[in-house]
């Protein structure tokens, strides 16, 4: 049997898996190439679950994370990048901010 995407109380959650992304440079990439349309719909559809999200996640070890939960996490990181976006901002366009993609943080 296949492994499930997401966690079963959260399988509702599976039209949005494309936002399930690694690394942060790759949320970052996702946000900037979605409409403020597909942004708000995303926002929309995760953040009303967040203290389930979050209460579940807790529950899990993060070295022990399955697949599915690990999925599950990443939603909520892509959360966490449009978040200001949908809440704050209401567009795509910041004034007076550098393009997130030519931030290229060093290690």
């Not at 994370?65 to 809440?87: F, G």
């Amino acid at each position: 049997m296949a492994e499930a995407a997401l966690p079963e109380a959260f399988a509702d959650l599976a039209p949005w898996l494309d936002w399930a992304l690694e690394p942060e440079r790759a949320r970052t990439a996702k946000k900037v190439a979605s409409s403020m349309e597909e942004i708000n719909a995303f926002y929309d559809a995760v953040m009303p679950r967040m203290e389930e999200i979050i209460a579940y996640l807790d529950g899990v070890p993060a070295e022990e994370r399955p697949a599915p939960a690990h999925r599950l996490y990443l939603l909520t990181l892509s959360l966490v990048e449009v978040a200001n976006l949908a809440e704050v901002y209401k567009r795509r366009e910041v004034i007076e901010a550098c393009d997130p993609l030519h931030f290229n943080p060093q290690r």
